[in-house]
């Protein structure tokens, strides 16, 4: 019951993912990170470990397709699981286990790969990147487009309640994490919260680099 997406700005190097679902608290489960190494989703009966492990095979040196197949290969019961991979590169790779409901799909475009389980239609995936593709601004403004893209072509089979957004850059630490982990509405409460926070995003970066600078937020 859970719709997502991950992707790469070729522009800036940020990596990041949006996702969504019907469960409280999506953002502590299935949404995985790192700068200059990729992005992992992990969902349906998730599996949390299955993320750091993702990032840990990108910086050994696999791509998307051999971390997918490494996770495949490696984790018991796989088949309960929904995965895709999106590498430093750009380049993205998904599994679709045996036991993952539907309706179930998966789309890839340039630089971003979308995936989603127990869907209204098996078209909302593509529709997600569509949407992202469409999207003009930065990486998580377009992401966050992408996400209502995927909501407007029908979402899961059920009410979402809870929704997070995601993007990495330079740094260790995000440069956005927002997360709404219960409410009736997640996605237009992500979408205030995004609003509200992107003008104030680089002034908190700035506090960690350089503090004697940096603005009173």
Known sequence: MTFSLIARCPETGQVGGAVTTSSIAVGSRCLFAAPGVGAVLTQHRTDPRLGPRGLDLLRSGCGAAEAVAALVASTPDIAWRQLAVLDAAGRTAHHHGARVKPELGAAHGEGVVALGNILSSAAVPAAMVAG????????????????EAGEAAGGEHGEVTSAALLVMHREAFPYVDLRIDHAP??????????????PLAEGFLQRALCPDDAPVI
């Open 185 to 198: 509405a997640p996605l237009a409460g992500l979408r205030q919260l995004f609003i509200r926070y992107a």
């Open 132 to 147: 992202f593709e469409a999207a003009r601004g930065s990486l998580a403004e377009r992401l966050l487009a992408g996400l």
